[in-house]
C-alpha cells in the first residue's frame, strides 16, 4: 500500500485533486502530518468521515515502528526502525550548538562497499522511499516535541548512497523543506554522496539550494581505488570534472569529506594533494575522526594527530573544521548498530 508520507507537497494536492475534492483539501493533510504530527487520519479533525475512510483505504499513515533509542552522555540518540517490510534502518539525531541535525539512512544496506565503512557489510537490499525517509525525521521531531526542540539540519549520511536511490531522495528533501511542513531549510539540507559522477551533473542541473557534500576520503587514484571501488567507475578526474561543472552553475560551497585514516590519508604527500586538487574551489574540508570499524582494521587518527593534519592543511591554504566526535559509547558509526542487530537475529 502506497505511503501517504510519499507525497511532496505538489503532489499531495494532486492527489486530492484526483479524487474530485478542492485543492486545500492537500494543505490541510500535509499539515496535519507535518505540523501537528498526527500518525493517523482518524486524528485528522476537520476531514470529513467520508474522506478519512477514502484517504485510509488508499493510503498507509502507520508510524514507523521504533525497535530501540539509545542516547549517549553528549546527547546524540541513535534510532533503530523497523519498516515495514521487517528491515531495519538507522538513524541519528546529533546535538550541535547550531541545532539539531538528523542523519537520515536512504537504503537498506549499501552496494558502494567503502571498505572502511559498517554500512557496506550489509549488501543494499532495496532503496527506501521517499516516505521512509520522511518518517525518519518524522519520528524523530516528535521525540523532540516533548521539549519543545525541532530539527534544524538534515544530512542524508546515514547507510546507503543518496545518488544511487536519486529520484526518492530529492523527493523526500522537497517533502521536509517545504513550508507548509517541516519546513526545513534547503540549506541546511546535506546530501552526500561518495562520488556518482553522473548524478552530480544531473544534481547540478537542478540548480537547488540543497548542500552537496562529496566523501573524498583520498586525494589520489591509487589510495581511492584501494579504500573506494567506486573510484574504478568514475575516477577523481572525472569526479572532479562533475564538480567543477556543478560549481560553475550553482554559486554554492562544496563540503569534502575527509576521514582520517592513520598512515593511509595523513601523510604530507596526501596534504599536498588535498590542497592541489581543491584549488580554485569553494571548498571546505571536513576532517572526520574515523569511527573505528572491528571488521575493516582501519586505525584512527588519535587527536593530536589530526590536529596535525589540520594544520598542514591549513597552512597550505585549505579551508577545513575538524568535525566534533558524537555517540562514541553508542556504536554511531554508520551501519554499526543495524549490523549488530541483524547479526544477532541470524544467531
Ligand atoms: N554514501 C554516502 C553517504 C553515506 S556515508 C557517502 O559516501 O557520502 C556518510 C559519510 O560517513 C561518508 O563520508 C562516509 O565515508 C563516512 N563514514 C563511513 N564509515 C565511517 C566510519 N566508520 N567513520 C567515520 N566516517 C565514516
Redesign the pocket.
Known amino acids: 500500500m502506497k505511503s501517504i508520507y510519499d507525497f511532496n507537497y505538489e503532489q499531495m494536492e494532486q492527489m486530492v485533486l484526483d479524487k474530485g475534492w478542492k485543492k486545500y483539501r492537500g494543505n490541510q493533510i500535509f499539515q496535519w502530518l507535518y505540523r501537528k504530527r498526527v500518525s493517523s487520519f482518524e486524528d485528522m479533525s476537520d476531514i470529513s468521515l467520508v474522506m478519512k475512510e477514502e484517504l485510509e483505504k488508499d493510503f498507509s499513515a502507520k508510524p514507523l515502528k521504533k525497535l530501540s533509542c539509545q542516547i549517549a552522555q553528549d546527547g546524540t540518540r541513535k534510532y533503530l526502525f523497523e519498516l515495514e517490510d521487517g528491515s531495519s534502518v538507522e538513524t541519528v539525531l546529533m546535538i550541535y550548538n547550531y541545532g539539531k541535525c538528523v542523519?537520515v539512512t536512504?537504503q537498506v544496506g549499501?552496494n558502494?562497499g567503502?571498505k572502511?565503512?559498517?554500512?557496506g557489510l550489509l549488501k543494499k537490499q532495496r532503496d527506501l522511499t521517499s516516505g521512509e525517509m520522511v518518517q525518519q525525521i518524522l519520528e524523530v521531531q516528535k521525540d523532540l516535541d516533548e521539549t519543545g526542540d525541532r530539527v534544524s539540519h538534515i544530512?542524508?549520511?546515514?547507510?546507503?548512497?543518496?545518488?544511487?536511490n536519486y529520484d526518492n531522495v530529492l523527493n523526500f528533501c522537497r517533502t521536509v523543506n517545504h513550508d507548509r511542513g517541516l519546513g526545513i531549510g534547503a540549506r541546511h539540507i546535506t546530501i552526500?554522496?561518495?562520488?556518482l559522477a553522473p548524478q552530480i551533473r544531473r544534481f547540478a542541473d537542478e540548480q537547488t539550494q540543497f548542500n552537496l557534500?562529496?566523501?573524498l576520503?583520498a586525494p589520489n587514484d591509487e589510495l581511492r581505488n584501494e579504500i573506494?571501488p567506486i573510484n574504478k567507475a568514475y575516477p577523481l578526474s572525472e569526479l572532479m570534472d562533475a564538480l567543477r561543472y556543478y560549481a560553475s552553475i550553482n554559486n554554492r560551497r562544496l563540503g569534502f569529506?575527509y576521514?582520517l585514516l592513520k598512515g593511509k590519508n595523513d601523510t604530507d604527500a596526501c596534504a599536498k594533494q588535498l590542497a592541489q586538487l581543491t584549488r580554485g574551489f569553494d571548498v571546505f574540508v571536513n576532517l572526520?575522526?574515523?569511527?573505528?570499524?572491528d571488521e575493516?582494521g582501519f586505525q584512527t587518527v588519535d587527536d593530536k594527530g589530526a590536529m596535525i593534519f589540520y594544520d598542514k592543511l591549513m597552512k597550505l591554504g585549505v579551508r577545513c573544521t575538524l568535525r566534533q566526535k558524537h555517540g562514541v559509547d553508542i556504536d554511531a558509526?554508520?551501519?554499526?548498530l543495524r549490523a549488530k542487530y541483524e547479526r544477532s537475529k541470524s544467531k
Open positions: 542523519c536512504s549499501c558502494m567503502c572502511f565503512c559498517a554500512s544530512v542524508i549520511m546515514g547507510t546507503g548512497e543518496p545518488f544511487d552526500s554522496t561518495c562520488g557534500a562529496i566523501s576520503h573506494m569529506e576521514i572526520i575522526p574515523y569511527n573505528q570499524v575493516h558509526a554508520c551501519g554499526q
